[in-house]
Each structure stands twice: as structure tokens, then as C-alpha cells.
């Protein structure tokens, strides 16, 4: 398997508190993203980034924020928690190139209550 | 919008059976194409890449159809350990390597 892995893999937290989810990976992937997975909405894509600093925002990237500061580490920030928040979250990561597979790491289940 | 469409399910097939799933794309500038399979709870993991001249492994062949923007997957000789669902995912390609999935299709196999 490949090495990825996220923290916390379950939180609940209060409405208006921030919340940081981590995402770590020992493959030296460039490409990392976080997704949110919700029933009949299937996968969503947050945020990206393609680099060290070089991040960009996915098709539902209101209320969060991330940050790339090392290749390892992607962080996703919720900055003030609301209960659309609650949901699956996986971290991803892809090799550079146009035939590269994504692996997962194994979510994190978040509720907002 | 770009998006990646399945067929919505469930399927409930019984052991033994054959089946298949079929997933369009609207990106025709696609690069890459795959099939992942996400058991309840759990992260979803590679099935198989999907390959222009079609590819099997084992039970299971995916093919690509770049002009009518198709991917299918079949499925041969179900198991009931194939129950699960499974995404049809798209790699855009491009600096951002972005990956568009769809919404995946249940399936399950009974006795």
C-alpha cells in the first residue's frame, strides 16, 4: 500500500471552532488533494496542490483552506466549523505524469455538531 | 462543467452473474482513465486502469471507447466479495493532474 495517512481519523468538534486535518505521504508524489465524500454527491474535490507552496482551489473550497509546506504534509484548515462540514474527507495523492493512478488515504470521518 | 457519469444502481446480481458497468466522460481532452473499487467505509482503492486497447485481469476487463468518450467494466463470474461500489474516475491530465470521479455504482452480490 501506498504511504499516505491522515489525522485525525475521527473528530467531532463544535460549530465556529477551527479544525485541521492532516495528510502525510512517504512516496515523494508532487500531486496532493483533499476530498470530501457525502451520500449521492460521490467525491469532491476541496483542494489541490501540484508543488511545495502551490496550491489551488477545487469545486467546493468555500470554508477551507490548505497549506504545502513541506512535499510530505497537506494540510486542510476549516477556519470556523459548520455542520455542512460534516462529512468523509480523504487525502489523495498522484505521482507527476498523464497516466498516474491515485492513492487514497483512509479518511477521516468529521462531525460538526 | 467537466463531469464523469455512471450508471446510478444499485445492481443486485446473484452469484455467478455477469455485469457490467458503463461511465461517460465529457473532457474529451482526457489523458488517463480508471476504475476504483471503495467498500463501505473505506478509502477507495485501484481496481484497473483503462487502457485505449482495452485490458483484463482476470474477472474483470475495462475497455475505452476515446470517440464516443465510454468506459466500461465487466465483470465475470461475480463473487459475493465484489460487492462494493465502484467509481469511474478520470485523470484530466494537464499541470494539475486533476482527477474527476464519478459518483459510483453500487453493487452487490447475493448468494
Known amino acids: 500500500d501506498a504511504g499516505i495517512t491522515q489525522s485525525p481519523r475521527h473528530k467531532v468538534t463544535e460549530t465556529g471552532t477551527p479544525v485541521t486535518l492532516r495528510c502525510h505521504q512517504t512516496?515523494?508524489?508532487?500531486?496532493m488533494y483533499w476530498y470530501r465524500q457525502d451520500p449521492g454527491h460521490g467525491l469532491r474535490l476541496i483542494h489541490y496542490?501540484?508543488?511545495?507552496?502551490?496550491?489551488d482551489k477545487g469545486e467546493v473550497s468555500d470554508g477551507y483552506s490548505v497549506s504545502r509546506s513541506k512535499t510530505e504534509d497537506f494540510l486542510l484548515t476549516l477556519e470556523s466549523a459548520t455542520s455542512s462540514q460534516t462529512s468523509v474527507y480523504f487525502c489523495a495523492i498522484t505521482a507527476q505524469g498523464r497516466r498516474t493512478e491515485a492513492f487514497f488515504g483512509q479518511g477521516t470521518r468529521l462531525t460538526v455538531v | 462543467r467537466k463531469e464523469v457519469e455512471q450508471d446510478p444502481g444499485p445492481f443486485n446480481v446473484p452469484e455467478g452473474a455477469t455485469v457490467a458497468f458503463n461511465c461517460t466522460y465529457s473532457n474529451s481532452a482526457s489523458q488517463s482513465f480508471f476504475w476504483y473499487r471503495q467498500d463501505c467505509r473505506k478509502e477507495p482503492k485501484l481496481l484497473m486502469s483503462v487502457y485505449s486497447s482495452g485490458n483484463e485481469d482476470g474477472r474483470f476487463t475495462a475497455q475505452l471507447n476515446r470517440a464516443s468518450q465510454y468506459i466500461s467494466l465487466l465483470i465475470r463470474d461475480s463473487k459475493l466479495s465484489d460487492s462494493a461500489t465502484y467509481l469511474c474516475v478520470v485523470n484530466e491530465g494537464g499541470s494539475q493532474g486533476n482527477l474527476i470521479f464519478g459518483k459510483g455504482t453500487k453493487l452487490s452480490v447475493k448468494p
Open positions: 496542490s501540484y508543488g511545495v507552496k502551490d496550491t
Open positions: 512516496e515523494n508524489h508532487r500531486y
